[in-house]
């Protein structure tokens, strides 16, 4: 089978390079083309031969799409894909592996870089198009980042089930991977990140500190790569960008305007979701508090607040909108406490709590501190239980 793939390949070679017709008899598969770069690696074919061969595909390849209205030849294009060189050097602690060929059009150079750092799970690839120093780079860049934008936007519509184009155009699962597409002219150089979630790590981690969605301070280690996402927001905030990515359209317009936008929606959604509002004492201003926090009351409402000049502003639950202390069930609960209690200080609290008052307003009636009221509430609270 080897031999088969040998002969054929070399009698690809062998047809003149304008005669597209005889050379399309000669389409090769991926698997073919695998199996001789198999071959070159265990020495049973020459890389010159595989480098000659791929060359040669890639050539008809830019001929059918755009080198024939061009008015390219096929020799013309061959010529400019076997102008490569190869480097490896060290730079920055990262290992890099380079290879340059000749651009077609415009004029200038086509760049891939491998790096590789001490983590064996990070690998950066770079793809860079390098044109003259006098190119319009900024016009330029807008019609390539757009093209560069949409490819992967459409690829992860068009496979949603497939993990291999899901990790490679989103986020992988196992490695951290990073692919930069670059243009650049002379010094000045724009680039575009994927997979798409790297693109956005500042917007996800932004969106993380904003929307608070878990009672617990655990906060994601800026180090560890968003694969190893440990908090409930930024899983959230992952999803949310997956989805809007997967339901782009191109009447959207912008495709990063689009994506920021349903992220930071669906954030703060699951936000009200989880949150109620309150009025702070302190500043008059209306904000929100995770639910989850509001029912822990063992401390939590009961925890003195300050304003900024550094006077009492109550508790938090003394801000609470819809003042539960008046509630019905609030007070036949309160009530229930003040029957069991013995000290008349505890029930000259619990009756003023009763009826409405805050903590702050107890603790000036009683001619105590407002955190020696909230202690003694908690105290109270923790007596039915008992």
Same mark, same amino acid.
């Given at each position: 089978?080897?031999? !088969? ?5 070399? %009698?690809? @070679?062998?047809?003149?390079? #304008?005669? +597209?017709?005889?050379?399309? $008899? &000669? ?109 319009? !780079? ?5 019609? %390539?980042? @757009?093209?560069?934008?949409? #490819?992967? +936007?459409?690829?992860?519509? $068009? &496979? ?227």
């Amino acid at each position: 089978m080897a031999t !088969l793939n040998l002969i054929r390949f070399e %009698q690809f @070679l062998a047809i003149p390079t #304008e005669d +597209i017709a005889a050379r399309a $008899q &000669f389409a090769f598969s991926h698997s073919e083309t695998d199996e001789l770069h198999t071959l070159a690696v265990n020495g049973e074919a020459s890389w010159d031969l595989y480098h000659q061969v791929n060359n040669a595909q890639k050539a008809d390849f830019i001929y059918r799409n755009s080198g024939q209205e061009r008015g390219w030849s096929i020799g013309f294009i061959r010529e400019q894909l076997g102008r490569t060189a190869y480097r490896h050097y060290s730079e920055g602690g990262e290992d890099i592996h380079e290879w340059i060929s000749g651009r077609l059009f415009p004029k200038g150079w086509h760049i891939e870089r491998i790096r590789s750092q001490k983590d064996p799970l990070r690998i950066i690839q770079e793809v860079e198009l390098a044109f003259s120093p006098e190119t319009d !780079l900024e016009e330029l860049w807008k019609q %390539q980042r @757009l093209e560069f934008e949409q #490819e992967g +936007i459409e690829l992860l519509q $068009q &496979f949603p089930d497939n993990q291999f184009v899901q990790d490679l155009c989103f986020l992988p699962g196992d490695q951290n991977m990073e692919v930069r597409f670059i243009i650049s002219a002379g010094a000045r150089r724009k680039e575009l990140i994927f997979p798409i979630a790297l693109r956005y790590e500042p917007l996800l981690k932004k969106l993380e500190t904003t929307y608070r969605l878990e009672v617990t301070k655990q906060r994601s280690d800026p180090d560890k790569p968003l694969q190893r996402a440990s908090t409930e927001e930024l899983q959230e905030a992952l999803t949310a960008l997956s989805f809007a990515a997967k339901t782009y359209d191109r009447s959207e317009g912008s495709i990063t305007a689009y994506m920021e936008m349903k992220t930071t929606w669906h954030m703060k959604d699951r936000f009200k979701e989880r949150s109620k509002k309150i009025k702070d004492s302190a500043t008059g201003k209306t904000r929100r508090i995770l639910k989850d926090k509001l029912e822990r009351t063992g401390g939590l409402l009961d925890d003195p607040r300050y304003g900024k000049d550094g006077s009492d502003a109550g508790t938090l639950e003394d801000t609470i909108e819809d003042r539960q202390a008046e509630s019905p069930d609030r007070r036949i609960f309160l009530q229930e406490i003040l029957d069991s209690l013995v000290d008349e200080t505890d029930r000259k609290i619990v009756h003023l709590r009763r009826d409405g008052h805050t903590q702050k307003e107890i603790a000036q009636k009683l001619g105590r501190t407002q955190p020696a009221i909230a202690k003694r509430l908690k105290r109270i609270r923790e007596r039915p239980s008992r």
